[in-house]
DNA sequence: AATGAATGAGGCTTCATTCAT
DNA sequence: TATGAATGAAGCCTCATTCAT
């Protein structure tokens, strides 16, 4: 038991260390030597949690997207209406950004652009993030909440690029600050909601209260 | 003369040759000797041109931003109305972005979360491109065009956020197709400006008339 | 006394494993982690039987040379004539490297090349073989069953060499069968004897029924 | 022209230098730092000629070889009797191996015992010499200046191994000394001749005098 | 202006080996 | 006795970059 715990904390301390390591060098430039000094463990000890530097970098998010998802789903059963639970994912997404901003960095600024990072199981975890995304989105227009004249991936991209945006400025600038940005998530999302909502004002939803929590996990 | 004419040809072509080596490497795994066979230009001779890797890296965008930028002041000149403005812009960059795969690759998948590039003179251009945007976003703003109980930054951050998520899965994913691709411009500017937009329904700038072509570079 | 057996029976195991793995890969290309996968006992166990990676290889051959060299010794008591002798030392030792192939590729493909086996106890039961053969050529000598006008070192480098060479290429190679093999050793053997061979038909050995099995341990 | 023969002359240097460090230490324990100081040259230059550790090792025997082909091959032609050539063959080899002590031991000792060797472009030109010496053998068997109850292939092996038998020794043990070693050819092959010739005494290949050499290039 | 040739620098990675339990 | 865990040491190899021609 104690042998397990202790070497998944020994994991979750270079992951940390790593996260940081690449977010604030990139991947090429931040080393394995550097990773081992920021965590305080040896360069070959980091080789026994990881098979290579590849690896160990596409490790970093699994853990924390895991938590994340854990918490979206959780809140999502607490809310009805399509725009709301909208609201509520992008919101719970900018919040666990900010509070974890080199896992953020490393997502945002690294494996975004790394093709191989797209055949991990990590990222199946963001896929099946998105797929949350879709449901919400795709319920949202069958019951008239949100436009359904628009392609959803559209929706959805209109969305995450708005939010990914900031987020990616925030990062590289420093700009918003932290609190700033936090401020900023109602007025764009409600931006957004306005544009890919169908019109009528809010709460429109004939059914949104017979929407069992139950959907949004398919 | 044409001896220089000769040098900026060559150089053009190194800088082509760089765009498309880093767009499907990325910027560590391209290397100079690939720049160089891509090319059919010695290794050596690319240090005749550019003074290191990384300065070849920032110099790739600059020709390109240079006349993306020239032609969307030129178009901007012929239209009126700042939903219209925006609409052309967006329109114009991801004309471009198609068009120029290669560099809207380095653009998007690698400059972009270059903190260095950000001191560039290649980014100065790209500063005052988004202030051409920042420009048009205050004066739909000023005369009621758009919102403005938003932050115009927040505008901004929407609308190339959108787009720039949608071209970034364009080039990352192969989805969606180049012709979806441009199909797809009109919808989300209309959501956006819709959800970006005064309420009242477009065209109805009182002074657009007026706007004055010079307006917008400044 | 069962914690001693059950001690050998381990390094014995571990020996197994080693000779496998290092026939099969090499001294170098083939690790302590391989050992310990192959013989199932984990790789600090490895350094409680053997002081070093090195010393585990030069504890291959031992337990083997000395069944061989047992084997050997006995059988040279039953035979009368030094060519008889010759031969069957030969053919032994060739039954031997077929039956433990991977003791073979250790020896052949790996020990022999290695200086600082020479210094080694293993090595010192091979030189004691030598020695055997040895004197069963110079017995042959002086009893006019061999041909005395060439060096015994000699003699004895073509027998052995050539049984070498083939073993060798059987083990490199898979050719030829184990079955052809066996099968050449006698026209082998034949064509060495008869070109070490004294001209005169054989058993000639006026003496041989003189020679006493001790002499041969010496 | 003149650079061409430097580059030609840097390998030369780089493979002399390889051969030496491979031959006093070994493969695994020589290393690229051993030859870039053994040759003056940087270890990075040396990976300018040969492509890793191993392609320098492979390319080792191969200028050599071809030297020594070219030799045996202008001999033969002016040699008659199967057995005469087979002695000339054998006894340029073993030449060769003591001018070219660390060829010699890289070929003897290193190279032998690598399967990947087996594919190598250096080991078709020893194929190539084998084939030489088969055809040597054939020839004599045919004419019956050999034994022809016995497999050529076993005949080569004979005395290929006996005199590989004797070179490894003197590269191991450093004993016989070369003057020995030389001293040797003439009676080992005598016996080994004598072992696989036809019994009735040299000479008597009826034919000998037709052989034309182009037989043997064939 | 153009380049073939050379190299310094440094990262990733692998193991043999040790030690606390 | 047995081993999981940790690491020091070191090698291969790759490139960006320089320089002589």
Redesign the pocket.
């Known amino acids: 038991m104690t042998?397990?715990e202790?070497?998944e904390l020994?994991k979750t301390q270079i992951l940390q260390a790593a996260a940081k390591v690449f977010a604030e060098k990139g991947f090429q430039e931040g080393?394995?030597?550097d990773v081992a000094k920021e965590s305080g463990?040896?360069?070959?000890?980091i080789?026994?949690y990881f098979?290579?530097?590849?690896n160990l970098l596409f490790s970093i998010p699994m853990e924390a997207m895991q938590r994340l998802s854990e918490k979206i789903d959780f809140h999502l059963k607490l809310i009805r209406g399509s725009a709301e639970k909208l609201r509520a994912i992008l919101y719970l997404q900018l919040l666990f950004y900010i509070e974890n901003r080199d896992y953020a960095a490393v997502i945002m600024l690294i494996l975004k652009q790394n093709r191989r990072f797209l055949d991990t199981e990590a990222h199946q975890a963001i896929r099946k993030h998105l797929k949350t995304v879709d449901k919400v989105i795709r319920d949202g227009m069958e019951c008239g909440e949100f436009r359904n004249d628009m392609d959803p991936y559209l929706i959805r991209s209109t969305c995450l690029g708005s939010m990914e945006h900031v987020v990616t400025n925030w990062l590289m600038l420093g700009h918003p600050t932290d609190e700033e940005l936090l401020k900023w998530v109602d007025p764009m999302l409600n931006a957004l909601v306005r544009g890919v909502g169908a019109g009528n004002e809010l709460n429109q939803c004939p059914l949104k209260h017979l929407i069992v929590p139950e959907d949004v996990e398919a």
Chains 1, 2, 3, 4 share one sequence.
Do not use: D, Q
């Open positions: 042998g397990k202790k070497t020994r080393t394995i030597p463990v040896s360069e070959a000890s080789y026994e098979s290579n530097k590849e």
